[in-house]
């Protein structure tokens, strides 16, 4: 009997010392010296590369938690409670997976809309595109697209260009993937070909309404084409093969191996023309 409430006594210091030491994490986790940029941006070794690239960014003045924290007090709450805390503890006991978020997860799903236009109202503003593109915001915000879909480096560019990334030898090759780029961004809705089209974030458009997929849907006419490329016939042997013929050389400055417009990373042409040597190919 006495052994009993002794047992019961002990547990419920226990169980008071573990609740009151938790309530001083997530206290601690609140307070200012955990929101502040530095804070775990400098202590953390796993968030160096977010934080030096943050640094480096159009948002070095903005707070993480503008774009990383709800503004709803249920949601911080929540966050706190059941992501922060966890997050902490594996940032403390080193048991992240490196590179964090290396398949950008963060940016396609758990970012909404809300946290950029607490400061970018786009409905009705104007922009300067780069030369030959164009750009519709409206029409993706009205198919409920966050904008981190597109602009998921936007406080982090180049961050695998710093420790430890950058000597993490199973990383070498490793590239945070920018989706503001044409063929590994827009193309995963904007393409009619299964080689670019991604089911996971077709997935994300709140609408019927289809991606168009035509060249000048996004730029304009004027726009550089590589010659020949908005013909609707390029794809006729007399269009871009009499092009191959008079100069392979240039077209491979795009379509060889690794480079920018290669068939993951084979030589373009072989996604049609098999394995034929261009060589052959282009002799008369
Ligand atoms: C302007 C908004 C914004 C600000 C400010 C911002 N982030 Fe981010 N952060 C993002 C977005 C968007 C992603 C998702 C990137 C992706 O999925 O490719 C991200 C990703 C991350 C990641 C995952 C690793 C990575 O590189 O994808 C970490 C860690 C991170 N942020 C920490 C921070 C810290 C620490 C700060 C402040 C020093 C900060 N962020 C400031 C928008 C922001
Ligand atoms: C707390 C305010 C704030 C928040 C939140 C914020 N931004 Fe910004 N953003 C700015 C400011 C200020 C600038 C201008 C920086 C400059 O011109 O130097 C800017 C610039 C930009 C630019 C142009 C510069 C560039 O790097 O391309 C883009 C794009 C952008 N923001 C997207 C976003 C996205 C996407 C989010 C949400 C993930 C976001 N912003 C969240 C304040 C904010
Ligand atoms: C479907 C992809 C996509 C989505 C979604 C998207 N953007 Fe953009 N955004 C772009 C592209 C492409 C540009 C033009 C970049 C260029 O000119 O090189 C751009 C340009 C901008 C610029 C101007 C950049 C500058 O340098 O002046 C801002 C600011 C911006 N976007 C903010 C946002 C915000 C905020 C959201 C969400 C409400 C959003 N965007 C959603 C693709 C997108
Ligand atoms: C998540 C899927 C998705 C991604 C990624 C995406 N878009 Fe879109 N886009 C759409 C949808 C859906 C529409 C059609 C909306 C409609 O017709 O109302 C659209 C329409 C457009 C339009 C209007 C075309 C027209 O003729 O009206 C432009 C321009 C555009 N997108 C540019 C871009 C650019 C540039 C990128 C890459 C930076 C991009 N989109 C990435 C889904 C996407
Ligand atoms: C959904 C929008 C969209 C469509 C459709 C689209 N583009 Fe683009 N394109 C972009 C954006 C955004 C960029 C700038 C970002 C980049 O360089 O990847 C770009 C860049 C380019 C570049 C310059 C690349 C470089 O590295 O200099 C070429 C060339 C190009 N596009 C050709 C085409 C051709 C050919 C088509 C039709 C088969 C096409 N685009 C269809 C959005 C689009
Ligand atoms: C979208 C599919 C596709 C791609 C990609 C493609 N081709 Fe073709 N190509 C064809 C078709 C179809 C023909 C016509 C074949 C026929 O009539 O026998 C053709 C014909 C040709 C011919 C003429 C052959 C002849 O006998 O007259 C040459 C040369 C050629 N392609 C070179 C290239 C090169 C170089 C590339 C890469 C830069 C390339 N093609 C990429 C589909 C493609
Ligand atoms: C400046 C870069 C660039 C150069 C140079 C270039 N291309 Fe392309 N090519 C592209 C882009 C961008 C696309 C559209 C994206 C894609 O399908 O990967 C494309 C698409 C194609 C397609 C598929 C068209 C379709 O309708 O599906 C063929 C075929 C092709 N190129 C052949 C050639 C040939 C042949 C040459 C040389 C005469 C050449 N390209 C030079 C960038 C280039």
């Not at 010392?17 to 986790?29: D, E, N, P, R």
């Not at 198919?143 to 480096?153: D, E, F, G, K, L």
Request: hydrophobic share 30%; charged share 25%.
């Amino acid at each position: 009997m006495v052994d009993t409430h002794h047992k019961v006594k002990h547990c419920l210091i226990h169980t008071t010392v573990a609740i009151t030491l938790f309530m001083g994490f997530i206290y601690f986790l609140s307070s200012p010296a955990a929101n502040n940029p530095t804070f775990c941006g400098k202590l953390c070794h796993n968030m160096n590369p977010a934080y030096k690239s943050w640094l480096k960014s159009s948002h070095a003045k903005i707070n993480c938690r503008d774009c990383h924290i709800s503004s709803s007090y249920l949601d911080i709450l929540k966050e706190k409670l059941f992501v922060y805390s966890f997050r902490g503890v594996m940032t403390i006991t080193n048991t992240y997976k490196n590179p964090l978020n290396g398949d950008s997860l963060f940016g396609q799903e758990e970012m909404p809309a809300e946290r950029c236009e607490r400061c970018h109202r786009n409905r009705n503003r104007k922009f300067n595109f780069s030369k030959g593109i164009n750009m519709d915001h409206k029409v993706h915000q009205e198919a409920m697209i966050p904008c981190t879909v597109c602009h998921n480096r936007v406080a982090h560019p180049a961050a695998e260009n710093y420790e430890p990334i950058k000597n993490d030898s199973n990383l070498k090759k490793f590239k945070y993937e920018d989706h503001l780029d044409m063929k590994k961004g827009c193309w995963r809705c904007h393409s009619d070909s299964d080689l670019f089209n991604d089911p996971e974030t077709l997935a994300i458009i709140k609408s019927d309404k289809k991606p168009p997929s035509k060249c000048v849907a996004c730029h304009n006419h004027d726009f550089p084409f590589p010659e020949g490329h908005a013909d609707k016939m390029f794809r006729l042997k007399e269009k871009h093969g009499a092009l191959a013929r008079k100069n392979l050389a240039k077209c491979l400055t795009c379509h060889a191996a690794g480079k920018k417009f290669d068939n993951d990373g084979d030589v373009w042409c072989s996604k049609c023309h098999g394995k034929t040597k261009l060589s052959d190919l282009v002799k008369q």
